[in-house]
């Protein structure tokens, strides 16, 4: 159809219209080409790689090569932040990344609170910027310490997917409290970047 983005260019099926990709083109290109100039940020528009999975396990890779550790011991520790835009300055760590341009479906977010709400919005929420601390830590005994930690605590562990190519599936999952677990894996509540 007329004004529709050729399938040979699409890198994701949210592309519509020509107009949608020229303008997610532009967004790849201006951090790709920041990155060139300065290095790759600390706030990295996350729907705009092409690859998300091999990007975090470069950062990863990155950490543990600096902590001198082996890269099954450092692992993502993610939690939404308040902002939805980077400020300036972000605190400055080589152990933090902050990730735009993830949306939630099946639920909405109150910010405020930091919780999900059954409220659904037909395009997916947007979210607020992810924030990745990278720790040490095997997921094996996170998992007994946190039994520990947050004995009268349950959480429902929201897998962020992406639809990329051969790279589709889960990225990594987020931690939010809640009461009932059950209540969002039945909604199909997830995190999306693409």
């Not at 949210?14 to 100039?37: N, P, T, V, Y």
């Not at 400055?92 to 409220?119: C, F, M, N």
Request: with cysteine; glycine share 4%; hydrophobic share 35%.
């Amino acid at each position: 159809r007329r004004g529709d983005v050729p399938c040979a260019w699409k890198i994701t099926r949210r592309h519509q219209s020509i107009s949608e990709w020229i303008h997610d083109m532009k967004q790849r290109h201006a951090q790709l080409s920041g990155w060139l100039a300065t290095g790759i940020s600390q706030c990295v528009q996350f729907d705009a790689l092409s690859n998300q999975k091999c990007f975090l396990a470069a950062v990863l890779r990155e950490a543990a090569e600096r902590a001198i550790k082996p890269l099954d011991a450092l692992r993502f520790n993610p939690e939404f932040t308040d902002l939805y835009e980077p400020v300036s300055p972000l605190p400055s760590s080589q152990e933090v990344l902050y990730l735009s341009g993830i949306r939630l479906e099946g639920a909405s977010w109150d910010i405020t609170q930091h919780k999900l709400l059954p409220e659904v919005q037909k395009d997916g929420f947007p979210m607020p910027l992810l924030e990745l601390n990278i720790e040490e830590g095997d997921l094996l005994q996170d998992a007994v310490s946190k039994d520990r930690r947050y004995q009268n605590r349950s959480f429902y562990c929201c897998p962020c997917y992406t639809s990329k190519g051969s790279e589709a599936g889960v990225v990594f999952e987020v931690p939010f409290e809640c009461s009932n677990p059950d209540f969002w894996t039945l909604r199909s509540t997830s995190l999306i970047a693409e």
